[in-house]
């Protein structure tokens, strides 16, 4: 079975971890007979909005339209170019055009990382956050007047639409009524936020009455970010605006110890759409350069990849050949962020070995 990629790997530690990224696929590729085309891109990056003024080229969506699915590092290089134009001008740009409105992000203890939740063991923390990707508070609806001036008024709008919620509140319902523990938890902040969220409350409502076999709960934002602290076991699949999804999916691997192994699909459940493939971290410019960034969030991601390409069995190896790494936990093999004197490509390469047995 063959299937197209567009490899993009962006700004910063993206071009670090993206390799390794495709060293896992192609060992997975070779055990399991997939056969993966690769076509890479360099867009989507600083580089080429200093070189050409904008961060895609014209015809971006005609040329990535058509692949299997889009595989991403990350983007933002702040010293040079505002985060809000790197941002807004790619990753923004493909969630929308992609229709790419679901978010899924795991959150899980992995063997041998020393989780800052001491004490608890991998079964302890093992959800979803399913994030809002195409709306909510990541509008460009807004603007500036009297620029400059003592009056200077900054306004920004949240758009929240009954389909939009309703899709991905869907989505994430049929994901926890798939689990074993069939429990959905809602961010919301409906008692300050006090037109959107209280709408927001009324779908998960709504929705909950197709679900009767999920225990549905809902916390304030702020208490919910407490109890991913505190209370990892609580949460199965958690479901959230852009914003909070956002928030949660960086604190939620925070706590199993480290952002660098977090996943994420950015998906077009249709199929109309190539889906996109990233790890949860940014470029990390404060290491960037240095060859040390953890992988394992750009691995994962193309085992989420694979899965959504149909190759269950070779998504799962991928999983198994990490976890395997990491118990075996040999410090000239782990990166720093995981307690080890290794790199990037050690790492990669550990991984690779074992997923091709
Ligand atoms: N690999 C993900 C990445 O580059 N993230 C940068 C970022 O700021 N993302 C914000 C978002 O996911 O909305």
Redesign the pocket.
Known sequence: MSHSIAVIP??GI?NEVMPEGLRALEAAARRFGIDLNYTHFDFACCDYYLAHGRMLPEDWFDRLKGFDAIF?????DPARVP?HIS?WGS??QFRRAFDQYI?LRPCKLLPGIRSPLAGRDPGDMDFYVVRENTEGE?SSIGGRMFEGTEREVVIQETVMTRIGIDRVLRYAFELANRRPRRKLTSATKSNGISITMPYWDERVKAMAGHYPEVTVDQYHIDILTANFVLHPDWFDVVVAS?LFG?ILSDLGPACAGTIGVAP?ANINPDGTYPSLF??????APDIAGRGIANPIGQIWSAAMMLEHLGHQAAAQAIVTAFEAVLTEGDPRVLTPDIGGQGNTRTLGEAIAARIEG
Do not use: C, I
Not at 72 to 76: Q, S, T
Not at 278 to 283: A, D, M
């Open positions: 962006g700004d993206g991403f590092g990350a983007v933002g985060d941002l990753l923004l978010n990541y852009n956002d994420s990233e790890p949860v971290h940014g470029s």
